[in-house]
């Protein structure tokens, strides 16, 4: 009789917090205030990563106040680069709000494109500090566009970078989801290393079973 031991190890890794400044002024030159909604109340409990979860993209940069999510329509197109997404997170503006929910949302289209939810998650989110969210892993396509929504409380702000630090994806914000090409949300996408690794894992040893 033979025996096949697979022995899989994974590791956590940490993340550093990155910081934030709160110039506002360019911001309000192109007019995203202007969409109030009522305040939406939601509770959700901090979120502990894990252990199989590792960054997939990640553009930290967030030295400029680019959206408060009373604003309404925030989004974040982006491309993933392994074939599965299992979280993502966003920077909150310091200064901006104390503590809230904060729920993010994964869709293959933007939401008033006819696009479809592929997975939500809810979590509370500091002012000034990352607000990570994890869901059950999703199966994308590599490189292909996807699109982060951001909602849940009308208190909090996003901070992000004006000067185009993402290239495989932009700022949507306001409602019908107005597009900023040149704008990125500091924000985050997360993996999960067990998908790929149990796939493979069993397709190396099924021979030995049939």
């Not at 033979?2 to 192109?30: H, N, P, R, W, Y």
């Not at 059950?136 to 996003?158: E, S």
């Amino acid at each position: 009789m033979k025996f096949i031991c697979v022995l899989l190890v994974v590791a956590a890794s940490g993340f550093a917090e990155v910081s934030a400044t709160s110039e506002v002024s360019t911001v309000d030159q192109v007019s995203w205030y202007s969409v109030q909604t009522e305040p939406h109340f939601d509770t959700a409990e901090p979120v502990v990563q894990p252990l199989s979860i590792e960054i997939d993209q990640n553009q930290p940069s967030g030295p400029q106040y680019m959206a408060g999510f009373a604003q309404t329509g925030l989004a974040q197109s982006f491309q993933q680069t392994h074939e599965n997404i299992a979280g993502a997170g966003i920077l909150l503006q310091p200064a901006v709000g104390s503590s809230d929910n904060v729920t993010i949302q994964l869709w293959d289209a933007l939401p008033n494109a006819g696009g479809t939810q592929l997975a939500e998650a809810s979590a509370t989110g500091t002012a000034g500090s990352w607000v990570d969210v994890y869901w059950t892993a999703v199966a994308i396509t590599p490189a292909t566009t996807y699109y982060l929504v951001f909602t849940g409380n009308a208190t909090l702000g996003i901070t992000g970078d004006l000067n185009n630090p993402y290239p495989h994806g932009c700022v949507y914000a306001n409602a019908g989801y107005t597009q900023f090409p040149n704008y990125d949300y500091a924000f985050r996408t997360y993996y999960d290393t067990d998908v790929s690794l149990q796939r493979n894992t069993w397709a190396s040893v099924k021979v030995f079973f049939n």
